[in-house]
T-cell receptor
Framework: GENVEQHPSTLSVQEGDSAVIKCTYSDSASNYFPWYKQELGKGPQLIIDIRSNVGEKKDQRIAVTLNKTAKHFSLHITETQPEDSAVYFCAAVDFNKFYFGSGTKLNVKP | SAVISQKPSRDICQRGTSLTIQCQVDSQVTMMFWYRQQPGQSLTLIATANQGSEATYESGFVIDKFPISRPNLTFSTLTVSNMSPEDSSIYLC?????????FGSGTRLTVV
């Protein structure tokens, strides 16, 4: 089955700096790669996603890149703000089956 | 994207009892999913619930422990049966809508 690894497990950055979270996956059949933000006491919220026919996608301060050959994808957050502090999960999806990474706790220091 | 209402948001239950969690969606969706998130952990799929058929359970999860109903295209329930402290987790439903996969806000269950 699919195996998704996510790094780092914790990330601390200064407000205004960039944050990068990386995920690798093992199953080449996975074709959809969403990223979720989970704040304390809340369910995961989709923040950006990318499909396997696209190499990069950007939405304001958030971008995701996908390298299908190397089987890795990354989340980039620029100009981080304290409100970005949360746990971020990546996932690789194959036909509605989600395989989540272990999560990254991002702390943005004011 | 779909809006999901999940109830209850939290509960504290005695061991040996059962709790039914409800998931209501504001639009018709084909597939609904139930996840468990143990404290400080990632999400693990329990089962996929399709309307009109039995739920499909993932390895390690069985129907007797986690019975699921899916009476129509906007509603599903997950029951956690004969609870033990190890069942203390956040339980989340998720749907596949045209905008991607949306999660409910979760049910935080504590078993004492």
């Amino acid at each position: 089955g699919e195996n998704v690894e996510q790094h780092p497990s914790t990330l601390s950055v200064q407000e205004g700096d960039s944050a990068v979270i990386k995920c690798t996956y093992s199953d080449s059949a996975s074709n959809y790669f969403p990223w979720y933000k989970q704040e304390l006491g809340k369910g995961p919220q989709l923040i950006i996603d990318i499909r396997s026919n696209v190499g990069e996608k950007k939405d304001q301060r958030i971008a995701v890149t996908l390298n299908k050959t190397a089987k890795h994808f990354s989340l980039h957050i620029t100009e981080t703000q304290p409100e970005d502090s949360a746990v971020y999960f990546c996932a690789a999806v194959d036909f509605n089956k989600f395989y989540f990474g272990s999560g990254t706790k991002l702390n943005v220091k004011p | 994207s779909a809006v999901i209402s999940q109830k209850p948001s939290r509960d504290i239950c005695q061991r040996g009892t059962s709790l039914t969690i409800q998931c209501q969606v504001d639009s018709q969706v084909t597939m609904m999913f139930w996840y468990r998130q143990q404290p400080g952990q990632s999400l693990t799929l329990i089962a996929t619930a399709n309307q009109g058929s039995e739920a499909t359970y993932e390895s390690g999860f069985v129907i007797d422990k986690f019975p699921i109903s899916r009476p129509n295209l906007t509603f599903s329930t997950l029951t956690v049966s004969n609870m033990s402290p190890e069942d203390s987790s956040i339980y989340l439903c998720s749907v596949d809508d045209y905008d991607g996969y949306t999660f409910g806000s979760g049910t935080r269950l504590t078993v004492v």
